[in-house]
């Protein structure tokens, strides 16, 4: 695709207009200091989007378009809403310009955590059962007969996000009805889910690996070989069923009875020195720029 003596350029994309700035800032260092380490292949554009959602180049404040116009490639560092729930994707699609990570329907599916739960239970994947409240619809009758369906505590959480935002645990009624108006801050629907207590794991999932359609490093947790293997097997599945594309991030809580539960699949899992990822990737003995390297490369369609 590209001269043999020419630098591919990758634009990485970091902050933007999220409750996961911070995380998104420090993947995308992570990534530029990653790509730095090759170059003789690339040539890494740091391109910052403020809270604001203003793009920069350069220090120097760009409409997206010319931001992006001598970029090769994107590596989409961005985390939360806008960066992973489709709509950066959607711009990226129209300017025909290729990047990491899943295209706009298939972040779109994996931010919205009932129709991921939904396609769970579709493909006999065991996910928390779950309630979900309308702000425009919800009353007091239906909160009733939702604390009546779930034990206690419960769960309440944004139905569509990621990064945590918005999470709350509730033990009586009133709790519930204050987490519930609480959280319509920041969805207009939300998820009343079955709480488990247990083992929490996480599990990356890798396009194309060592001649694997799908390679799963080794999930970081307590679990034992026989359940990371279980593991490993329901997060392929879930990267399959959601469409996503290149990578991703599945976290899992296993019962004090063995029974492993899937509860979200994160299309953009954070990656820097402290994350679960890049700890994952440790543990296998994979190089994380080996890792950045593949991963552009499949953005690319250079990996077959």
């Known amino acids: 695709m590209f001269p043999s003596s020419s630098k591919i350029r990758v634009a990485v994309l970091r902050g933007g207009p999220s409750h996961t700035y911070d995380d998104s800032m420090k993947t995308g260092a992570y ?3 990653l790509l730095r380490e090759l170059p003789e292949v690339y040539e890494p554009l740091d391109i910052f989007i403020s ?24 590596w989409n560092a961005l985390h939360g809403p806008y960066g992973e729930d489709g709509q950066v994707q959607r711009l990226l699609e129209s300017l025909q310009i290729p990047f990491t990570g899943s295209g706009t329907m298939a972040s779109a599916m994996a931010t919205n955590k009932t129709l991921s739960k939904e396609l769970y239970r579709r493909h006999g994947l065991l996910t928390p059962a779950y309630s979900l409240v309308d702000e425009d619809s919800w009353n007091d009758d239906q909160l ?35 987490a519930i ?6 969805s207009k629907k939300v998820l009343v889910e079955e709480l ?4 929490e794991v996480t599990c990356v999932v890798i396009e194309k690996v060592k001649g694997e359609e799908l390679y799963v490093p080794l999930p970081t947790g307590s679990a034992t070989p026989a359940q990371n293997k279980e593991i490993e097997e329901i997060a392929k599945k879930a990267h399959d069923i959601l469409g996503l594309r290149h990578y991703s991030g599945s976290d899992f809580i296993i019962s004090p009875g063995g029974k492993i ?11 820097h020195e402290e994350s679960l990822m890049h700890r994952s990737l440790v543990e296998t003995g994979w190089k994380h720029r080996d890792f950045a390297d593949h991963c552009v490369k499949l953005a690319l369609g250079q990996v077959y």
Request: proline share 4%; hydrophobic share 40%; charged share 15%.
């Open 31 to 33: 990534v530029l200091s």
């Open 51 to 74: 809270r604001a959602g203003e793009w920069h180049l350069g220090g120097l404040s760009h409409d997206a378009h010319k931001a992006l116009s001598h970029a090769d490639v994107v």
């Open 144 to 178: 009733i007969s939702i604390f009546r369906t779930h034990l206690h505590p419960v769960i309440v959480k944004p139905a569509n996000g990621s990064g945590g935002l918005g999470v709350r645990l509730a033990h009586t009624f009133q709790e519930l009805k204050d």
């Open 181 to 186: 108006s609480s959280t319509f801050s920041h």
């Open 196 to 199: 488990i207590k247990g083992i």
């Open 261 to 271: 539960y899937i509860l979200e699949t994160n299309s953009l899992p954070v990656f």
